[in-house]
């Protein structure tokens, strides 16, 4: 039984009853999934949770989906979350943690949202699931709908790269790049509503106004930290951030732990975007009104994966900014790249730019007092570093061509 006090959207409050909740209703909202936590606390205990396989599924409760039987799964979740050795030292710390999601099957936390926004999909007999996205979304959601045996159509702008699109015609994915007709205008969320509302389809990108079930997914991330931490939770949690998703939904998880009596506290969140796309902080900054976050004038940043001008989770972000006493910050793209280096020489990770942001963040509240280096900090690798080959690419040396002679050898190390 689902335990589901009611769906209303964020935005326009309508509500709605478990069998005919929409992903969305049209007004631009997120639907939220407001939980029946009182009903949960007398049927589930941290014991029952511990218990279990490891894995997303096994906070099968608290997500939006009917009947367990009808997981979309390939082993999501469980990801490691791992003590740092060589960075901490470097940054003078001793509790700094890393929760590696690139361990997820597409390679980025996005497995967590778009596997329970493709189950639930398959539960309420769609045939197929779009998105607009040329990135981890896309590929997740491509992964998942082969999984599930759905069609899965992707729009990706006219200039998406080319390497990126290898993924997802190699999970079946029908993808079409789309032309930009008016400027300011995103042409693939525009078609991608268009198509979704005359065809049919499901829309089931990682943007929870878009698709409220799949938000839930992202809950997991916190319930995982809290029951790999002991019930204990960090100091800190510093989220690389473009639409607000992921912070906004692992701060939901936690929440709801918090009111079940699992953890006494929350986290305090800091919402780390690249100075090239900083609307989320910018607005935390200027106390603007969650629901008219002032969209950034442009994309610009090496993170690509966080440039998301028009912050469709903002609202979210910022309701959980203010819960949980969280924190803001916008970062260079120099030092995103400098992150990205260090953790794969330091502690052998390998990240994609928008999966380290978050590294620089540090760096600068660390410096400027906001977060002590005796604190316990946790932050996500969100993606994997296969998913930007240029970049890194870009940033090491090139692999230099020797004689089969020891002597050559060593004069090149020495170099």
Known sequence: MIATRQYKCAKCGKEYEENTVPANDGC?????????LEAIKDTITQADIESRKE?????FEFMPVRKKESAISLGEGNT????SNNLAEML???????????????????DRPIC??????????VETVSAASSGNAAASMATYAARAGLRAVVFVPENAPAGKLIHLRTLGAHVFRVRKVEEGVDPTTTLLNRACAELGWTPTPSFGPFNGFQFEGTKSLGYE????MSWDVPDWILFPTG?????????KGFWEFKELGFIESLPHPVVVQPEGCSPIVRAFKENQDP????????????AGGLADPFPWDGDAALKYLKIADGQAVSVRDEDIERYLVLLGKQEGIFAEPSGVAALAGLEYLLNDGTIDRTDKVVVPITGSGFKDLATPDRLTPKVPIISPDVTELVDALER
Do not use: C, H
């Open 243 to 251: 639409s607000g998703g992921l912070m906004a939904g692992t701060m």
């Open 225 to 228: 930290m809290a029951e790999q």
């Open 28 to 36: 631009g909202g997120r639907i939220d999934v407001i939980l029946d």
């Open 116 to 125: 329970v926004g493709v189950t639930r999909a398959k539960e309420d007999g």
């Open 55 to 59: 894995g997303l599924w096994k906070y």
């Open 291 to 302: 629901l008219d976050i002032i969209p950034w004038d442009s994309n610009d940043t090496v």
């Open 80 to 83: 490691p979350l791992v003590l």
């Open 92 to 110: 003078g710390m001793s509790n700094l943690f890393f929760k590696i999601e690139t361990m997820n099957p597409s390679g980025s936390f996005k």
